[in-house]
């Protein structure tokens, strides 16, 4: 059976390319019916905190995805110190007992020159057993075969075919000298365990695999399929990175944003995936039917953040605002009313779930971001004397002057205490008015709406004024005549 797993280390907050790597893992885990698994890759003492760990479930909680099953990699340490003695009983690995390589941060390559300690790898089983039995520490170091010129090779979904040679691979260590598990072995250990068919993950673990390799070859184990996803890049190209660029890489900025968690899901699937038909417009559904790691580019995929911006919404990716937009405008009006009313009730506006259903007809279109409802519909929310300041200007009519807006929004005061606030009705008596002024229609409309919303940009008028009331109408033009 198919089985992926999502392994964060809870080093900090939840990247957006950790939670692309999530995505990816379960869309893949639905389009085939197998299981996803989230797994929490804890034994870096070190640097692993509570306030990370709360910060990954929270963001993985926001995407709304969910996961099948749910481990520690700390409670399973049992089963990694099993699998490396079974490596080490098998001869394809040694005990180091040298000060100076006892972590596993040691780098190969054709300028490196540690490959391995001869002192250390020829050392007799039985003066090691001694040494050990004395109570010196050492680090547990896979035996990279060197007798012969030999490859450790796979096949990764996305590069293709890859190959490097065993003298170009360190003896890594499986365990510390403190007895913990190295990255290498808890990772593959529990991969083993939990019979993980398929590992999705970042291209720079690509390096990584071919250490990988041979531990699930010294455990017996037949190694998964492999896929590495393209890194996300800044625009500059660099790496995306939480000290360098701080929270525009975290999910919880997204959600704190305004973003749907659909539409964030969405964004990301498109930064080095994209379906046969090019769509980018894509529910989840349609995301779990068309995805395939055929489809991953090899390309890393830029964000196009711009920071420092000029306003909090220019930080973000135009894609990415576009996108929310667009499946904001696809949700019901009950569904995004009830979106948007957390968003209000959060700023301090207590406003009833009813009127919240009423404004978010007319603000729909108008936004990007959740909590763009509080720029969008803040002349509804806001106490008819709490209106922001506006220029006594934006009251005259377009080719009028101040005496025009003065007659119309008397005539208004006098005509709709008589009206009943429902839309054909106050279109009627609105227009009726402008008629009997010897106005446009547009000249009765625009000092109304600036008097009712201190703005000229405004949903439609006759809408806005049933939500708006007739109570707080009145109130508002009174105001606008105080000015005039």
């Known amino acids: 059976m198919l089985r992926v797993r999502f392994a964060p280390s809870p080093t900090g907050f939840l990247h957006v390319g950790s939670a692309r790597t999530f995505i990816f893992n379960w869309l893949y885990a639905r389009r085939n019916r197998g299981t ?3 797994r929490l890759d804890d034994t870096d003492v070190e640097r692993n905190t509570d306030a990370s760990v709360n910060s990954i ?14 481990y520690k990699q700390s409670e399973r340490l049992a089963l990694h ?48 057993d001694r040494r050990a039995a004395a109570g010196e520490t050492f680090a547990l170091r896979f035996r990279v075969p060197r007798d012969t010129a030999e490859t450790v090779s ?17 003896d890594f260590a499986l365990l510390r000298s403190d007895g913990m598990p190295t990255y290498h072995l808890a990772s593959c250990a529990d991969d083993i365990d939990l019979r993980i068919s398929h590992i999705i993950r970042g291209q720079d673990h690509l390096s990584n695999t071919y250490k990988h390799v041979l531990i699930f070859q010294g455990a017996g184990a037949h190694p998964p399929q492999f896929a590495h996803l393209p890194l996300l890049v800044a625009p500059d190209g660099s790496k995306l990175s939480k000290r360098r660029h701080g929270p525009v890489v975290s999910v919880t900025t997204y959600r704190d944003a305004g973003f749907l968690p659909e539409a964030f899901i969405n964004f990301l699937c498109l930064l080095g995936w994209s379906p046969k038909d090019n769509r980018e417009n894509l529910t989840r559904q349609e995301l779990i039917e068309a995805f395939s790691l055929e489809g991953i580019n090899r390309a890393n995929a830029v964000i196009n953040f711009k920071e420092p911006a000029a306003t909090p919404d220019e930080t973000f990716d135009p894609k990415a605002l576009w996108l929310n937009a ?4 696809a949700l019901t009006v009950d569904h995004l009313s009830a979106r948007l009313l957390p968003v209000v009730h959060a700023a301090g506006f207590p406003i009833t779930a009813d009127k919240m ?6 603000i729909r279109e108008r936004i990007k971001l959740l909590r763009d409802v509080l720029t ?41 205490p008589h009206t009943e606030f429902k839309h054909d009705p106050l279109d009627q008596t609105l227009r009726n008015a402008s008629q009997e002024l010897g106005v446009k229609a547009g000249q009765m ?12 940009n405004a949903p439609p008028l006759f809408e806005t004024l049933e939500v708006l009331g007739r109570e707080s109408t009145l109130a508002r033009i009174d105001q606008a005549l105080g000015k005039l």
Request: aromatic letters at 10%; a negative charge; one cysteine or more.
């Open 36 to 38: 996803m698994v989230l």
């Open 57 to 70: 479930f929270e963001g993985l909680r926001w995407l709304d995805l969910g996961w099948d099953e749910e």
């Open 81 to 128: 110190r099993h699998i490396a003695d079974a490596i080490f009983q098998k001869g394809l690995a040694y005990r180091d007992f040298t000060p100076a390589h006892t972590g596993d941060t040691e780098k190969s390559g054709a300028n490196q020159t540690w490959l391995f300690n001869p002192g250390m790898r020829e050392l007799p089983r039985a003066e090691s």
């Open 154 to 170: 796979f096949h990764d979904a996305v590069y293709g075919d890859q190959l490097k040679s065993t003298a170009d691979i360190e």
């Open 326 to 329: 667009e499946h904001i405008r």
């Open 357 to 362: 259903h009423a404004i978010t007809p007319l």
């Open 376 to 416: 969008a519909a803040d002349f509804f929310l806001l106490a008819d004397n709490q209106l922001p300041p506006y220029d006594p200007a934006e009251l005259i009519p377009q080719k009028g002057d101040a005496a025009m807006a003065l007659k119309v929004l008397t005539r208004a005061r006098e005509v709709l």
């Open 445 to 456: 409309f625009q000092p109304i709406r600036v008097a009712v919303c201190g703005r000229k």
